[in-house]
């Protein structure tokens, strides 16, 4: 009997406590979460997942944030909030160009199957392989969405005869960072890419071999993509028009 009433204390003291700190979230009150962050973090108790995710939503301080969507993740597999931080997660290393740790975050995402996130997420990976000129991802992910969501408003925008999509079918633009008349220092140069993760290959024209990164629609997707490569890398590269 005593052990049933104090579950059930305990319960409802969680319970009061999410109420609380929801309270303080729907009130901006960033003070009072970070507050009670620092207390439980100073005593090394743990830290409830609302206070955790309350508090990444709200700080300013960037690497703060990701460290409590980080925690979200990597140790309450089980939250409400685990496939939320995923996605904050999936964003944040978007915009630093880490495209692996996105892509892994928004994989999971979709294969979870949640009917509100996954759409979101199918948008996202979408978008950033179109954006690595990741041909045969942006597809496949295009044709899983499609099967997976058929009636979602972002599934449908892909099949709209009203709008365009870049899926290359005859001409295209691409990134050209070598041409080389020796096979060797063509492959070397691919492999080095490669193990980047950039959508690197081979082509062959009038007896030389071009290493070029990409298949990009349109010449304006094609420099915007130079811009975030020639960040990123020191070698020369241009854009190219092809076939």
């Known amino acids: 009997m005593k052990t049933k009433l104090l579950f059930m204390i305990l319960v409802f003291s969680a319970v009061a406590l999410n109420a609380n700190l929801t309270d303080l979230y729907?009130?901006?009150?960033?003070?009072?979460?970070?507050?009670?962050?620092?207390?439980?973090?100073?005593?090394?108790?743990?830290?409830?997942?609302?206070?955790?995710?309350?508090c990444a939503?709200?700080?300013?301080n960037v690497q703060r944030s990701v460290a409590c969507y980080t925690?979200?993740?990597?140790?309450r597999t089980d939250s409400p909030f685990f496939n939320a931080s995923q996605l904050r997660l999936a964003?944040?290393?978007?915009?630093?160009?880490?495209?692996?740790?996105?892509?892994?975050?928004?994989?999971?995402?979709?294969?979870?199957?949640?009917?509100?996130?996954?759409?979101?997420?199918?948008?996202?990976?979408?978008?950033?392989?179109?954006?690595?000129?990741?041909?045969?991802?942006t597809s496949k992910f295009i044709r899983d969405f499609q099967s997976d969501f058929p009636s979602s408003q972002f599934a449908l925008y892909y099949t709209s005869e009203k709008k365009s999509h870049s899926v290359v079918k005859d001409l295209y633009y691409a990134i050209q960072i070598g041409s080389f008349k020796s096979m060797e220092n063509a492959d070397k140069l691919f492999d080095e890419y490669k193990k980047k993760r950039y959508d690197i290959y081979k082509i062959t024209e009038k007896d030389l071999i071009k290493v070029r990164i990409g298949k990009f629609k349109n010449e304006e997707d094609a420099k915007s993509f130079l811009k975030v490569f020639q960040k990123a890398e020191t070698i020369p590269a241009w854009v190219v028009k092809s076939e």
Do not use: M, W
Request: aromatic residues 10%; charged residues 25%; contains cysteine.
């Open 91 to 137: 964003k944040y290393y978007t915009l630093q160009q880490d495209s692996a740790k996105a892509a892994l975050y928004l994989r999971r995402i979709i294969s979870s199957k949640d009917t509100l996130l996954s759409p979101l997420a199918y948008v996202s990976i979408i978008a950033l392989y179109e954006r690595y000129g990741d041909l045969s991802n």
């Open 57 to 60: 939503e709200l700080i300013d």
């Open 26 to 54: 729907r009130s901006g009150d960033i003070k009072a979460l970070t507050a009670k962050l620092d207390s439980l973090e100073k005593s090394n108790d743990e830290i409830p997942c609302t206070l955790l995710f309350y």
């Open 71 to 75: 925690q979200i993740v990597n140790f």
